[in-house]
């Protein structure tokens, strides 16, 4: 009997042959010699309990998770950087015999909690160029906080007219807050069905600010709609004070405080600067004083700063891992070069989703210029929930965990990756190189053609649903190379991994010949051997190829295990930004 050659539209895994098609995206095209010969049988899909602790955003991965560190991408609170996070561990837990108190236990009107502090707000100016002309707060309350303390604080009457630029969740909540304490005078970007996928354009926002306004509200960062404005707005000829939330992007980037006309930015600690239990707000004094008198003490940021920062008692330990933050920032390149840090991050997930040929889909497009360096929505296979739920499991197996968590805002279609400072570029390497694998055992090309009628019904298994059998035209998986095999006109082709062999299998059908031929060819695309274990101690840097950039600085908490790490293809150094 003439032997049967498989050939699938994917690059399969070295322990998974034949990748069961589960949606639209999946298949296997058989071409065969002999009808009668049997085929492989497709192994049952996966059934994943609807329970399962990844399924309702559980952190904590199961004890045979073979890597030694978690990939944790959450959208907040999250890690910091292993480096800030020792340093915490060193300097606000003393052991007894160093005969001091860590900061938890510091009265927040001691001395030694006074140098805290001061360092705090200095090295904070310092990282993020404030002008002089400004205050900084350490207030409580967190976001929703200052939804309620703006308005308060900058309306005395609560009949003033304030401006809301609103295009997402988080400015949703704010106007909504606010209603309370003005009239809002709202700028959507909205759409009909609650979508969001871009900011209304700075001409859109000079033509319809009402002039009279006390103040224009802008989200910088909608973590749940993965957008961003990567530069503020340019300052209004109405002379309105810009009052930012900027919680989920603070010191990712600069700050134009004069250009924009800042009179008010806030950020949560919780994200990129600390842990959750503190806001840093920055005012700029001349907005002082207009308080609505019903406006609570540790609200008004008059009170506050005549009192130093301390009218209440302060947190004093979240004040200080602000400082150590701040510290390790300075120490780093200060704020361009996290800009310059969360621009690569975020340029290799879009990469990954924007390379998939659909598998991955982001519903902020690349040309809308908006799309967040900080979180990271996408969808699996078209919002798929088997899929999903499975591309959930695997990951939590696999110790990367933070992509779908429990929100006030039900359940998404869309999985989210969060890359704030206290995720490394090789932690998204990790985290693109599974989604790439993922996508390799459960899609296909989408772009395909119909095989020429030549080749005829015997050489075509068409029990996968497909009328006539179809191939991928110029062969090329779009995941992983863009360049075709061939562009003869002649040739329909499609490379491939037959049996899991490291080698593809270039499949191709000349029209003039009228036959199929195919011939080895020695580069696979994408490593197969995905599964194979490298090694386990965190001292050991993953590949010796690997470079990393020039401003990373390695020790003993912040390398990458081997064992977690997948070495990706192409992309497979930082971008030369970094080096």
Not at 19 to 33: M, T, W
Not at 82 to 93: D, G, K, L, Y
Not at 274 to 283: M, N, Q, Y
């Amino acid at each position: 009997m003439a032997p049967t050659m498989n050939v699938l539209l994917e690059a399969p895994s070295h322990d998974e042959i034949y990748a069961p098609p589960r949606h639209q995206h999946a298949g296997l095209l058989n071409i065969i010699h002999d009808p009668n010969t049997p085929q492989p049988q497709q192994p049952p899909v996966k059934t994943i309990d609807p329970d399962h602790p990844a399924l309702h955003g559980s952190l904590t991965p199961p004890l045979t998770c073979p890597t030694s560190k978690l990939l944790n991408f959450s959208p907040g609170p999250t890690n910091l950087p292993p480096a800030v996070e020792s340093e915490i561990q060193r300097r606000c837990f003393p052991p007894p015999s160093e005969k001091r108190l860590g900061s938890m236990a510091l009265s927040h009107r001691s001395p030694e909690f006074g140098s805290i502090l001061n360092d705090a707000l200095d090295k904070t100016r310092r990282v993020m160029q404030i002008p002089p002309e400004y205050d900084i707060l350490f207030a409580q309350g967190g976001g929703h906080g200052q939804f309620a303390a703006v308005p308060m604080n900058l309306c005395p009457t609560g009949t003033e007219v304030a401006s809301y630029v609103v295009n997402g969740t988080w400015s949703k909540r704010a106007v909504d807050e606010a209603s309370k304490y003005c009239r809002p005078h709202v700028i959507s970007s909205v759409e009909d069905d609650g979508s969001c996928a871009a900011y209304p354009s700075a001409d859109r926002i000079k033509g319809e600010v009402d002039p009279s306004s006390a103040f224009l509200y802008v989200c910088s960062n909608e973590t749940v709609n993965g957008l961003e404005l990567h530069r503020l707005l340019p300052k209004l000829p109405s002379n309105v004070p810009l009052v930012v939330d900027a919680s989920s992007d603070f010191t990712s980037k600069p700050i134009g405080w004069r250009e924009s006309n800042v009179g008010v930015l806030f950020a949560c600690a919780s994200k990129n600067i600390g842990h959750p239990g503190v806001t840093l707000v920055v005012v700029r004094k001349d907005l002082l004083g207009r308080a609505n008198p019903f406006t609570p003490g540790f609200l008004n940021y008059e009170t506050n700063i005549l009192a130093d920062n301390v009218w209440n008692t302060i947190p004093t330990f979240n004040v200080d891992v602000v400082g150590i933050m701040m510290g390790w920032i300075l120490d780093n390149g200060g704020v361009d070069a996290m800009e310059r840090m969360s621009v690569a991050k975020s340029e290799r997930m879009y990469d990954a989703i924007d390379d998939s040929g659909g598998f991955y889909v982001t519903p902020v497009n690349r040309e809308s210029g908006y799309r967040s360096r900080m979180n990271v929505p996408f969808r699996v296979a078209d919002g798929d929930e088997a899929l999903t739920d499975l591309f959930l499991v695997e990951c939590w197996e696999r110790g990367i965990v933070g992509l779908r968590t429990i929100t006030p805002f039900g359940k998404s279609m869309n999985l989210r990756a969060s890359l704030y400072h206290g995720v490394s570029y090789e932690e998204v390497m990790v985290l693109t190189g599974f989604m790439r694998e993922f996508a390799a055992r459960h899609s296909v090309p989408k772009a395909q053609a119909e095989v020429p009628e030549g080749i005829g019904a015997s050489m075509i298994n068409k029990g996968m649903g497909m009328n006539k059998g179809v191939i991928a035209e110029h062969g090329s998986p779009p995941l992983f190379d863009g360049s075709p095999e061939s562009s003869s006109d002649n040739l329909f082709e499609l490379s491939m991994s037959p049996m899991g062999c490291m080698d593809l299998c270039v499949v191709r059908f000349d029209k003039e010949l009228g036959m199929l031929h195919n011939a080895i060819k020695p580069k696979a695309p994408y490593n197969v051997h995905y599964n194979v274990p490298l090694g386990s101690s965190p001292d050991n840097v993953a590949d010796p190829s690997f470079t990393l950039p020039k401003n990373f600085k390695v020790n003993q908490y912040a390398r990458v295990s081997d064992d977690m790490f997948v070495r990706p293809v192409g992309r497979d150094s930082p971008p030369p930004s970094l080096r």
